[in-house]
């Protein structure tokens, strides 16, 4: 499928609008990414390693806010700034994270492409299972650019997310074993449905292009915490 066919933004939206409750387990994680537990907690204690002194997060497609939760727990009292496009995701966003910090929280429901995250506003951006949605290379380009000039200096941005191989051969062979993950967690049923709304709505780019890509920005520091199939966890410190 060519990326003219691929899921608007809306359309990925009023998907997650029925969806909320795949985003509300904070011990689970995202089940139909591998490792959700492990990346969740390898990501959120990195960001306070790197960043102990954070006071502004942002958490860009924050889901249920599971991520800004975790990290509120190794670092309080933060201020939370949660982006996603769903609205009744991000009200359940908004709810959880509030209760859980002294700090100032903000929901905004839109896009990552357009909306402006400002400059020096940010010590820490989370970005978990979101950036698959990006198009083309220009897009990917103008959303890193937006995320180094959101963060302060010494600021950290964080990623977990789905990621295409290199090889072709390579690519075959970690779709099979993830559907075999799939398949372990439910039923061919589940597996076929995931892959059908993957096959419609993403577009995942390498894990090399994009730590790459962080470097070409300018980020001084890139670190690979965890790759295992077809999922990353990786960071950068401006």
Known sequence: ?????KSTAE???????????RFSNLETGQSATIDAVLT?????????????EARDLVDVGCGAGNFSLKLLQQLSG???????LSQPVLERALDRVSSQTTGKVEAEQGDVREIDLGVDTADVIVAAAVLHHLRSEDEWRSVFEKFYAALRPGGSIWIFDLVKAESTALETLMQERYGDYLVSLQDEEYR?????????????????????LLQQIGFSQVEVLHKNVCFAAFGAVK
């Open 78 to 84: 933060m201020n939370v700034h949660l982006l996603v």
């Open 40 to 52: 969740l907690n390898l990501i959120t204690e990195s960001a306070a390693a790197v960043t102990p």
């Open 192 to 212: 076929d449905h995931v892959f059908a709304y993957m096959e419609k709505e993403d577009t995942p780019q390498s894990l090399t292009f994009q730590t790459n």
């Open 11 to 21: 359309e990925i939206r009023q998907r997650f609008d029925n969806d909320v409750e």
């Open 1 to 5: 499928m060519n990326k003219e066919q």
